[in-house]
């Protein structure tokens, strides 16, 4: 199956640790992706992870991936005001029939309040 | 500075109208991608092209359709058909496998008048 979901919602004190939860159902060799998007723009490629590692760390992100649950999570150290998006899990398909293929789950809006 | 431009930024349709949006990279990527986003969800694909002159229907072509004459530009035509266009229309490109990133434009919000 193809499916990707995620919290829709989370609210989060400036400065705390955000932690955002996806789950994938796809058992493939694949890669996942987390997208920030803010209102009224595109979205922002923010960091990537291959199916293979358990965690890639990138300045204030850090993804984790527990490959035996299908579950990937992202955590933004010291959240700030500008962290305030909604964030979508993409899971990138790597079969022939789903050729370069994201499938989003329907993203988590974070707010972040002072 | 390279990247995905997406024209106009708000579009307007009347009934039985047909409207194009237009996606122009300069990433010189091969693969290109439509999406269509509605509030409260994830995105949908449309169309996407692997390569110049050939493109394939995504989870929900009926009533869009695409060209792809030039390696650079992807436009993305919502025809009479579609019953309920209003949505948030996304472009995207990649260099052409899977296990590269998609990169995305800034959107066009599409409406009925």
């Known amino acids: 199956g193809e499916d990707v979901e995620q919290s829709l919602f989370l609210s989060v004190r400036e400065g705390d640790s955000s932690v955002i939860n996806c789950t994938y159902t796809?058992?493939?060799?694949?890669?996942l992706y987390w997208y920030k998007q803010e209102p009224g723009a595109g979205l922002q490629l923010l960091t990537y992870?291959?199916?293979?590692?358990d965690m890639k760390q990138d300045q204030r992100l850090t993804v984790l991936l527990n490959k035996k649950d299908k579950h990937l999570s992202l955590r933004i150290a010291d959240t700030q005001t500008g962290d305030s998006a909604i964030y979508f899990c993409?899971?990138?398909?790597?079969?022939?029939?789903?050729?370069?293929?994201?499938?989003f789950g329907a993203g988590t809006q974070v707010v972040v309040t002072p | 500075d390279g990247g995905i431009t997406q024209s106009p930024k708000y579009l307007f349709r009347k009934e039985g109208q047909n409207v194009t949006l237009s996606c122009e990279q300069n990433l010189n990527h091969d693969a290109m991608y439509w999406y269509r986003q509605d509030p409260g969800q994830g995105l949908r694909l449309i169309y996407y092209s692997q390569i110049v002159n050939d493109f394939q229907k995504g989870d929900i072509a009926e009533g869009y359709s695409v060209s792809r004459e030039k390696k650079e530009s992807f436009p993305l035509t919502v025809t009479s058909a579609q019953k309920n266009p209003t949505a948030f229309y996304l472009c995207a490109s990649n260099s052409g496998t899977a296990l590269q990133p998609q990169h995305f434009g800034d959107g066009t919000r599409l409406s009925i008048l």
């Open positions: 992870i291959f199916s293979n590692m």
């Open positions: 796809d058992s493939s060799s694949t890669y």
């Open positions: 993409a899971e990138s398909l790597m079969t022939t029939d789903s050729w370069g293929k994201l499938q």
